[in-house]
């Protein structure tokens, strides 16, 4: 792994830190020394990582316990960790949801616009901003990783919202790459495709049938922090990257439509299983 104390330095905050791609990207910077702010809302799953981590790799660490979604959140984070230099943001903390766009309860799909949309926008203002202050001649550079989907590069039907945030975060983040580098603030947006963490478990969809490989958690995040710097942008997977490329030289509409034919496909085995499912007999 490339060693990131060469280029950055100080505190890293990572949101989503209690799972999955944020988990993983906490353990690659402890093993790295950067002492961690971890944020989420499961204060148990943190300060049980915060325990291994501490442990293992004899860093510094500080965790918040905080819904991101609610009014202030961003603010409030920005303003318990004033007191350190935060020199890295990764941005992991998202949610989906999925289902015909019709039929979703405004109220979710606007929790998770303030989720996606809302927190990573805010909180690379709060802390770009502060980044940028920090910056004096001969002080190392300080980084920012956003994570968007693979969703990002497509309109995708029964993800109508969720692939519009993403959108939003990848759009986001190519113009703060060029906006921040003089800076000295280093933006890369990480774009996964489907990643074995409980938001993938969570999909009410067979997703065995999509033409996609889940990868490892460790690895997704491996690749974003091995590119910060190096790229505006990263796709994880070589799969995953032809989608995305792919999607550059045909008729927009023709992925849009594909994956909409290929998740109706997946959500409908899905249904058929549970339908199967015999209800669990109540225990005389
Ligand atoms: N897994 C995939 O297939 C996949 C594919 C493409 C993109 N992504 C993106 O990758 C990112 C990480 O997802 P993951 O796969 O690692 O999922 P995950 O394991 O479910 O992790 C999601 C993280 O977000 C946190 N979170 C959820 N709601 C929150 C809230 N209201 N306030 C603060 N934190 C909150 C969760 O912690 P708490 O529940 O403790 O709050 C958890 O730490 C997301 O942005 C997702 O959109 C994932």
Not at 255 to 284: C, H, W
């Amino acid at each position: 792994m490339r060693n990131l104390k060469k280029t950055y330095d100080g505190w890293a905050l990572v949101t989503g830190a209690s799972s999955g791609i944020g988990k993983e990207m906490a353990r690659e910077l402890a093993a790295q020394k950067f002492d961690l702010i971890l944020v989420a809302r499961n204060q148990d799953a943190l300060d049980q990582l915060s325990h291994e981590l501490v442990l293992q790799h004899d860093i510094q660490t500080r965790v918040i316990a905080l819904d991101l979604v609610q009014e202030g959140a961003a603010a409030a984070l920005h303003a318990q960790v004033e007191d350190l230099d935060v020199g890295l943001l990764i941005a992991s903390a998202g949610i989906d949801e999925m289902g015909p766009f019709l039929e979703k309860d405004y109220t979710d799909l606007r929790r998770m616009i303030r989720l996606n949309v809302d927190a990573p926008s805010e909180l690379a203002h709060l802390f770009g901003t502060a980044m940028a202050a920090e910056q004096t001649p001969g002080r190392k550079r300080a980084g920012i990783i956003l994570v968007s989907s693979l969703f990002a590069y497509q309109g995708t039907p029964n993800f109508a919202v969720y692939a519009a945030t993403k959108a939003y975060v990848l759009t986001l983040g190519e113009a703060l790459t060029v906006e921040m580098s003089k800076q000295g603030i280093d933006v890369l947006t990480l774009s996964p495709g489907l990643t074995a963490t409980p938001f993938a478990d969570g999909l009410k969809m067979n997703a065995a049938l999509l033409p996609m490989v889940a990868q490892n958690p460790r690895r997704v995040a491996r690749v974003g922090l091995r590119n910060l710097g190096r790229k505006m942008s990263v796709v994880s997977g070589m799969l995953n990257k032809a989608y995305a490329w792919e999607n550059r030289l045909i008729p927009r509409s023709w992925p849009v439509y594909l994956f909409g034919f290929l998740i109706e496909n997946a959500m409908r085995s899905y249904q058929k299983r549970i339908d199967k499912t015999p209800a669990k007999k109540a225990s005389a």
